[in-house]
Every structure is written in structure tokens, then in C-alpha cells.
């Protein structure tokens, strides 16, 4: 009776919403806010989809809370896509520790991180106290979008937490270490952008000759690693002559 | 010997594409692919190609170019425009929706579009750029595939595929033509609740006009602003070609082919696929109506369009040379009546 109840409860038209995205996409929405838990079960969902490939299925996009579904209306319908989907069962994961974790050296504040000062003056703390806070906190990667490559990482600690700047920056260049609200993200090629940058990183994060194109996945752990000048310096030489190797927590990649 | 083209004008915006890059919004690579995917497949059959090779996309007006290494048969499809053939002192000139065969070391030249804001150049063969995570198609925001991840600029030099030119040119006897009033059909949501039920009213009831903001990743839509119940942010997910947002102005941004992957704005609704080629014509100043249909009334309209490409491909005969009027004369004509097409009126 209980495991009835529980099977039933891990299905995912019981813990999700399907949202309509025109006649060849659907949302699978798992709830409104950021959260590790519910991060998890959707790309736990994408994973369960990458699997099952049911017909039709074209690709899937995960988000913070809801999986966007893709399908050929030619060969499904989203009736029985999701007629599909929802019957597929779901265990949790919430609080699974991260796969592998990332070292990422950050060279922070002066030309590198032009609004360190800013986002120290902003919360009350030194500069010093800023880095040592962002550098201490594991991320989770959430999602990657917006940008091919970007991943937004949280979460950052609540005395970091600002809003985006007022006047978003026409160019920010690519390897920027920024912060806003409660996320920390790089930028992986030159974009508008309007988070508060305090730090600059040599590592490239999306490659289109590469497969995956991206160095992060989702739920990657990431840890940020303060790094001086001269390091920043001779880590950029070794990734621009490909001869960098990205370091993961306990070894190499 | 496989032919070049030496770009001698680019135009405003010309760009290789092909149906898009899909597979990889996971890693936040947009789609990307022509803005009107029928006109890519239509041009592509006019030249004896497969439906999804690349061509090229032209945005208002064409580029001008020299066929050298070989001859090459190229078709125009999505849009009317004079096409100026010239080898030595003489000119020839052709419109749009046929096959022509263009001999070695003739100079082309693409008139200003007619009919809608874009149009794909087709090739034989297809357009030979390096594939980029399985398409060839350009990211103009990402600066990959295509040609060096760009529009054409003057003095650019692209391959074209080995394809050969087989048979007689192809013509469409009766090409599809745009009203100058679109109107495009639309499935509420995503996030149509996080709007008032006035706004989701007047936004299918008033036409909108597009703006002078509008590219290869949306539009912007000028007309009444749009209330919202609570605020227009939304924990930002995933965004679907077509889907309608709504910043905090409340006026609408219609998302095309090079949208971001994911975004933190309510989306009113999602334009269906059946009508998104339409979209993708849209020329600033130009009104545009939305009609609410429910999901399944979207895939069938989907299966209908098939359906009309199909029959369109199907009814490519032989250019009639000796029957041709003035092609010129035909195309002002059809500026002038801009009646509701074949395809429209599916």
C-alpha cells in the first residue's frame, strides 16, 4: 500500500505541471523557484528522455524548474508526449553531492574585476572579505543558457546577493567572473551584460569544435580558486598554446 | 572543379543558413537556421537539392556576386527580386522562385526583396562552409558557423558543394505571395496567467506593428503595453522560436531563429510553427495580428503546411522559356495586388 503510494508519488504528472509552448514545444514545470532539489529532478527528467527517446522527441532544455520539450509535430502530439512523460518515475535526488567539481582560478578586483570595490562598498564588507566569500562557497551549475557556455552557478551567499547593475555593460569581455542576486556566472564569450563583474578567469568555457561544446555540466560542482597576476598570466599562455588542462577537486580532468 | 562565389556587394545582412543547429540549447547554443524555413526548402527543390542544404539568406535586399572554377544554378525562393545575370556586355534578367544557370564568370547581382524582409538563395550543391555542431548555419552571437561565424562582407570567397546541375531549370508555377496584413496564429502560454485577463484580450484582439528593433533574434512590437497580475519576471526557462515575451514596458518581442535558449520574461504565447516562415518576413513598419489556437489546432495547421510544401514541390515543371513575359513587368504586378497565396490560405 505505502510502496503503491510512493510509486504513484514519484511520477512525474504528480510532482509536475505541463505548460503548452506552441504546437512543437511543451514546458514540464517542477515548481516556480530556484532550488537544488527541484533543479535535480528536472535533469534528472532530460536524462530520463535522453534514454527513453520516445518518437518525436526532438530535444529537451532544462532550466532552473522546468524542462522545455521539444517534439516534431509531424511524428507525435504533445497529448501523447505527455501522456509519456508523466507516466515516468522519478527518484530524488535532492542533496546527492556533485559528480565532479571544478577548480576555476579567478584573478579578482583592480582591471580584471572592475566592480569588486562597487560590491564590497554595496554589502558592508572589504574586498578582501568579498573574494574570500566567493571563493569559499561551492556552486552547483543550474542551468547553462543564455549564452552558449554560460552556466549559472549558486548559490552565492546572501550577504553577496545584489540586483543587477542599472546600466548593463555594452561589452563584457569573455572569462568575467560576475555576480547578481543570489548566482555567480562566467562569461564565455563577449556579450552585453549586466551582472556585477569582480573577476577575471583565462579557462574557456564553450568550444564549438568540441563535443559536449561546453566544459560544465549540469550539476557539476564548482569552486573558484584566487589566483595572482603572474599565475593568471602564465595559465591564459597555456590555454591560448592548448596545453592547459582543467583541474577537478582530487585530480586532473 | 567544384565553383566559387567572390562576393562583391554582401548586402545588409546575408548570411549562410541552413534549417537550424538543433540538439545543443542544452549547452545554450540557439537554433539559429533561415528565418523562413519554407523558403529554404522550396529554393533548395528548384535546384534539385536536398530540403535542409544551405543556402544563402538575404535580409531586404541581395548581394552581388561572380560564379568562378565553374558554373553554378542558383534559385531565389521566400521573397520577389530582380536578378541581373551579367558575362561580358550582356545583362539577363530573372525573378525569383525558378532555377537559373549561371555560367563561369558571370557577375549577379540580387535586387531589394519584395513581398517580405527575407529570402534564401539557394545553390546546387548547396553552400560548402564548414559544419559547426552538425549544421552550417551562422551564429552571429556566438561568431560560429556559416562563413567565420558572420554575414558576407565584400571580397569573401565561398565553396560550393559538388551537387551537379541536372536537368532542365526548375520553375514554381505559382508562387506563394504575402499579404501586406499578416496575421499569425498563436497558443496561449507558457505564461499567458501571469497577465491580466484584459491583456490577453487586447493582445489578440489589436494588431501591432513591428518596430525599426527587429533582427534575426526577435522583434519588437509597437501597441497597446500589456498589464501584468504581478510583475514581469518569472524564474527565467526555457524560450521555444516563436514564443511572444513581455519585458517590463508590457510590449511584446516576437523571438526568431537566434533567441537566447533560455530567458526570465513572461511569454504571453507562442507563434506555431506553420506560421513562423511568415514571421520571419516581417519588415519593420508592418502590422502584424495574433490569433489565439489551442495546441492541437497548431499541429494541424503544422500537418497542413507539410502537406502545401508538398504539393508546391510537386509542382515544379520545367522554366517555360518561350512563354515568359517581361519578369520585371510580373513583379510590380504582384507588389501592387498582394494577394493572399496558396500558402496562406491553407
Redesign the interface.
Known amino acids: 500500500m505505502v510502496d503503491a503510494e510512493a510509486m504513484t508519488a514519484r511520477r512525474i504528472d504528480a510532482r509536475a505541471r505541463f505548460?503548452?509552448?506552441?504546437?512543437?514545444?511543451?514546458?514540464v514545470?517542477f515548481g516556480?523557484?530556484?532550488d537544488p532539489g527541484i533543479n535535480a529532478l528536472v535533469h534528472r527528467t532530460?536524462a530520463l528522455l535522453t534514454e527513453a527517446r520516445p518518437e518525436g522527441l526532438?530535444?529537451?532544455?532544462?532550466?532552473?524548474?522546468?524542462?522545455?520539450v521539444?517534439y516534431d509535430?509531424?511524428s507525435t502530439?504533445?497529448?501523447a508526449l505527455q501522456r509519456f512523460i508523466g507516466g515516468l518515475e522519478l527518484e530524488d535526488e535532492a542533496g546527492q553531492a556533485p559528480p565532479r567539481i571544478w577548480r576555476i582560478p579567478v584573478l579578482y578586483g583592480g582591471e580584471a574585476g572592475p566592480d569588486l570595490t562597487e560590491v564590497a562598498a554595496a554589502t558592508g564588507l572589504s574586498e578582501a572579505e568579498v573574494i574570500a566569500l566567493h571563493a569559499g562557497t561551492l556552486y552547483r551549475v543550474y542551468?547553462?543558457?543564455?549564452?552558449?557556455?554560460?552556466a549559472?552557478l549558486g548559490d552565492l551567499p546572501e550577504v553577496l546577493d545584489l540586483p543587477r547593475r542599472t546600466s548593463p555593460r555594452v561589452r563584457v569581455p569573455p572569462g568575467s567572473v560576475a555576480i547578481a542576486q543570489r548566482m555567480s556566472g562566467i562569461y564565455p564569450?563577449e556579450?552585453p551584460g549586466g551582472w556585477h563583474l569582480i573577476g577575471q578567469t583565462p579557462l574557456r568555457f564553450?568550444d564549438?569544435?568540441q563535443?559536449?561544446?561546453?566544459l560544465f555540466a549540469?550539476g557539476d560542482g564548482v569552486r573558484f580558486v584566487p589566483v595572482d597576476a603572474r599565475a593568471h598570466a602564465a595559465i591564459a599562455e597555456a590555454v591560448a598554446r592548448g596545453r592547459y588542462e582543467s583541474e577537478l577537486e582530487g585530480g586532473s580532468a | 572543379m567544384t565553383a566559387r562565389l567572390h562576393i562583391l556587394q554582401p548586402g545588409p545582412q546575408t548570411t549562410v543558413q541552413d534549417l537550424g543547429r538543433?540538439?545543443?540549447?542544452?549547452?545554450?547554443?540557439?537554433v539559429c537556421g533561415a528565418l523562413d524555413g519554407t523558403a529554404l526548402r522550396l529554393a533548395n527543390a528548384l535546384v534539385g537539392n536536398e530540403a535542409g542544404q544551405a543556402g544563402l539568406e538575404i535580409r531586404l535586399a541581395g548581394p552581388a556576386f561572380e560564379v568562378v572554377g565553374g558554373p553554378a544554378r542558383l534559385a531565389l525562393a521566400g521573397a520577389q527580386a530582380r536578378i541581373e545575370v551579367t558575362l561580358g556586355d550582356e545583362t539577363r534578367r530573372y525573378g525569383a522562385w525558378r532555377a537559373i544557370d549561371v555560367p563561369e564568370g558571370a557577375q549577379v547581382r540580387v535586387g531589394a526583396l519584395a513581398g517580405s524582409g527575407c529570402a534564401v538563395l539557394a545553390f546546387a550543391g548547396g553552400v560548402d562552409t564548414p559544419p559547426?555542431?552538425c549544421s552550417r548555419s551562422t551564429?552571429l552571437?556566438?561568431?560560429?558557423?556559416g562563413h567565420e561565424g558572420r554575414a558576407l562582407a565584400s571580397g569573401d570567397r565561398l565553396l560550393l558543394g559538388k551537387g551537379k546541375a541536372q536537368g532542365p531549370c526548375l520553375e514554381l508555377p505559382s508562387p506563394p505571395r504575402v499579404a501586406g496584413e499578416v496575421t499569425l496564429r498563436?497558443?496561449?502560454?507558457?505564461?499567458a496567467d501571469a497577465f491580466t485577463d484584459e491583456a490577453v484580450a487586447a493582445f489578440f484582439a489589436t494588431p501591432y506593428r513591428i518596430s525599426r528593433e527587429a533582427d534575426r533574434m526577435g522583434m519588437r512590437l509597437e501597441g497597446p503595453p500589456l498589464a501584468f497580475r504581478h510583475g514581469a519576471d518569472i524564474?527565467?526557462?526555457?524560450?521555444?522560436t516563436?514564443?511572444i515575451q513581455v519585458p517590463g514596458s508590457g510590449l511584446p518581442i516576437l523571438l526568431l531563429a537566434d533567441h537566447?535558449?533560455?530567458?526570465g520574461y513572461a511569454?504571453i504565447a507562442?507563434?506555431?510553427?506553420?506560421d513562423l516562415p511568415l514571421a520571419g518576413g516581417l519588415m519593420p513598419g508592418g502590422l502584424v495580428h495574433f490569433r489565439a489556437v489551442t495546441?492541437?489546432e497548431?499541429?494541424e495547421?503544422?500537418?497542413a503546411r507539410?502537406a502545401d510544401i508538398a504539393r508546391l514541390v510537386a509542382s515544379l515543371v520545367p522554366v517555360r522559356e518561350g512563354a515568359r513575359i517581361d519578369e520585371a513587368a510580373l513583379y510590380q504586378a504582384n507588389l501592387i495586388s498582394g494577394v493572399v497565396t496558396a500558402l496562406e490560405s491553407s
Open positions: 505548460l503548452p509552448v506552441g504546437d512543437s514545444a511543451f514546458a514545470e516556480d523557484r530556484i532530460a526532438v530535444e529537451t532544455v532544462p532550466s532552473f524548474r522546468s524542462l522545455l521539444h509535430p509531424l502530439s504533445a497529448q542551468v547553462q543558457g543564455f549564452l552558449p557556455g554560460f549559472y564569450v556579450s564553450f564549438p569544435a563535443s559536449p561544446p561546453t549540469p | 538543433h540538439g545543443f540549447q542544452a549547452y545554450g547554443v540557439p559547426v555542431l551564429d552571437k556566438g561568431r560560429f558557423g498563436a497558443v496561449p502560454g507558457p505564461q524564474v527565467s526557462d526555457g524560450i521555444a516563436g514564443a537566447q535558449t533560455i530567458g511569454k507562442t507563434v506555431i510553427s506553420a495546441v492541437a497548431g499541429e495547421a503544422r500537418r507539410e
